[in-house]
T-cell receptor, first 112, second 114 residues
């Protein structure tokens, strides 16, 4: 069946370094991908999205890369800050966009 | 613009009881989705509503149901609660559209079943 997963369950980085969080998806028909950040006690917060007709999209300090050939998605965070510490989820929209499938999540620790 | 609100924030129930959770979407958003989040299973899709109609449903038993009202507010109900239903239940809203739109999540309702 379709699924979205993550390569690394935890990631620890030094403050100021760049972070890269990876994600694999299995549904080649998915055409919309999203990264969410979830802090303790809060709901997931939208970070950045990308549609399948693109392979790169940049936001403020974040970049999402999409490789449809190998069904891989990544989130790059530049100059990682302590406030970036959270669980990050990748997600894909399936079934015409009415259903979002989330990956397992990666916990990012930022060391000061 | 106010965000997605969910009530109650915390709830404790016992096995066999039923529970109703409420979600108010962002003003103007007509699509509401519900998710269950547990440490073991992660975020799992429950169902999605648009204009009072359920458009998609996840793989949950019939004990889980929902509805949406004309003002886009949504409720979900879980009957005959089981210990395994303990979870954070998240609601997300988005603008209408044929293509996927960004979902905005509420803070969730933490349900504990004893």
């Amino acid at each position: 069946g379709e699924s979205v997963g993550l390569h690394l369950p935890t990631l620890s980085v030094q403050e100021g370094d760049n972070s890269i969080i990876n994600c694999a998806y299995s549904n080649s028909a998915s055409d919309y991908f999203i990264w969410y950040k979830q802090e303790s006690g809060k709901g997931p917060q939208f970070i950045i999205d990308i549609r399948s007709n693109m392979d790169k999209r940049q936001g403020q300090r974040v970049t999402v890369l999409l490789n449809k050939t190998v069904k891989h998605l990544s989130l790059q965070i530049a100059a990682t800050q302590p406030g970036d510490s959270a669980v990050y989820f990748c997600a894909e929209n399936a079934d015409g966009g009415f259903k979002t499938i989330f990956g397992a999540g990666t916990r990012l620790f930022v060391k000061a | 613009k106010a965000g997605v609100t969910q009530t109650p924030r915390y709830l404790i129930k016992t096995r066999g009881q039923q529970v109703t959770l409420s979600c108010s979407p962002i003003s103007g958003h007509r699509s509401v989705s519900w998710y269950q989040q547990t440490p073991g299973q992660g975020l799992q899709f429950l169902f999605e509503y648009f204009s009072e109609t359920q458009r998609n449903k996840g793989n949950f038993p019939g004990r889980f149901s929902g509805r949406q009202f004309s003002n886009s507010r949504s409720e979900m109900n879980v009957s005959t609660l089981e210990l395994g239903d303990s979870a954070l239940y998240l609601c997300a809203s988005s603008l209408p559209g044929l293509a996927a739109d960004t979902q905005y999540f509420g803070p969730g309702t933490r349900l504990t079943v004893l």
